[in-house]
């Protein structure tokens, strides 16, 4: 089973919306992301600000930042 997953980015992000359309293969198969706003929390906007979007795994907090693609994100959940 993979690890459970946040995507960190924000609403009108063009490449927090390609990012997400990346993970969908995974999510089809089973890999749960949740989606995390950074402009509902000013600690987290000051953090990933200006590296969203970032893949972050729930279970280590190992992050991957933005770009990646499928094959990078499978290599980042083994």
Known sequence: MPPECQLFGTLGCHLCEVAESELMPLVEHGLLVELVDIAESEATAE???????????????AELDWPFDTEQVVAFLR
């Open 47 to 61: 953090t990933y600000g200006l590296r969203i979007p970032v893949l972050r795994r729930i279970d280590t907090g």
